[in-house]
């Protein structure tokens, strides 16, 4: 409130320009309440458990909410500040389980890199689109993840886990990977039934191979 009462008072005098919304001070109230909820769950367990992660993407995206406010960021420029945020979010609940990373991980990447190119372009920092003209530059969060899918399906399968979850991240990530291709070359959108028939295959072959392992 200290501060809140600070930044009224410059803005009444004039030394701050008329739109910095005092009022998002108000979002910091949740914001802090995430990042101590990071700080006592990591103290609890020692961990970079779940906990921790969740708690830390939740003031990650109120801390650029409340910024974008209380700067008066036009959203039509700086609207994907949202995007990152929350991708960082996701991001961070990408570390865990056997492997080290999940599919959060790369789900995030995809969209901190999204957000980031779209950033890029509306500011004027760097244009994604002369630099891989003629090609679809945003495709690339399409084949981000797809790339991460199948790194850990191979992952799993030198760690011998499961075979329906191998499965589903095999299919998972040749759908994006050909969806991506397709999308970053603007090729034709008839090619995607082909590689829906592949996926299904080698989602069947995978299957078959699992059960004969198990077996």
Request: aromatic share 16%; net charge positive.
């Amino acid at each position: 409130m200290i501060l809140a009462g600070l930044i009224i008072f410059a803005q009444q005098a004039g030394w701050l320009g008329p739109r910095v919304n005092w009022w998002a001070l108000f979002i910091l109230i949740p914001a802090f309440g995430s990042l101590s909820g990071a700080y006592y769950a990591f103290q609890y367990s020692q961990r970079f458990n779940t906990a921790v992660r969740s708690s830390l993407g939740s003031a990650v995206v109120l801390f650029t909410l409340t910024f974008m406010f209380l700067l008066g960021l036009d959203w039509s420029v700086y609207w994907p500040l949202m995007v990152i945020a929350p991708g960082v979010s996701v991001l961070l609940n990408g570390f865990g389980g056997r492997e080290g990373l999940n599919m959060a991980f790369w789900i995030g990447l995809g969209a901190v890199y999204l957000g980031f190119g779209f950033l890029g372009i509306n500011t004027g920092w760097v244009d994604l689109r002369n630099r891989f003209e003629p090609y679809n530059w945003w495709a690339l969060a399409i084949l981000i993840p797809a790339f991460g899918a199948l790194i850990m399906a191979s992952i799993s399968m030198v760690q011998k886990q499961r075979p329906g979850k191998i499965i589903g991240l095999v299919i998972f990530g040749i759908l994006m990977a050909g969806t991506g291709l397709i999308a970053f070359f603007s090729a034709n959108w008839s090619l995607f039934a082909p590689v829906l028939l592949i996926a299904a295959g080698l989602g069947i072959l995978l299957g078959i191979f699992g059960e004969k392992s198990q077996a």
